[in-house]
């Protein structure tokens, strides 16, 4: 846990147009915690129980890291995002936020 409240925002615009203003934010990754998630990327997905515990670790990451976000519902209702949605965004959008997450760069920038 980091000894500094350093929040980022990830804008969930890249879903769609639709969700402009939907947000996820989440408190930063310290530097000393990234070599505790190095683990994420040492996992051989061709195995299943290795894919489970890699699908484990980033569903944990996420969780612990966020602090709160909006979404669209399936009637287009802009509603509370909660730490429980994570398994319900698309593989690519939660493969996206771990990257950003990382340290890399808004992806609508």
Do not use: H
């Amino acid at each position: 846990m980091s000894k500094f409240k350093i929040l980022r925002q990830f804008d969930l615009e890249v879903i769609g147009k639709e969700w402009k203003g939907c947000y996820l934010e989440f408190n930063a990754l310290a530097y000393g915690e990234i070599f505790d998630l190095v683990d994420l990327q040492q996992f051989d997905m061709s195995n299943p129980v290795e894919a489970k515990k890699s699908k484990d670790a980033t569903l944990n990451l996420l969780q612990s890291k966020f602090v709160k976000g909006t979404a669209i519902n399936t009637k287009g209702e802009t509603v509370p995002f909660v730490k429980e949605d994570f398994v319900e965004l698309p593989v690519n959008i939660v493969n996206n936020i771990v990257i950003w997450m990382f340290g890399e760069p808004d992806p609508k920038s």
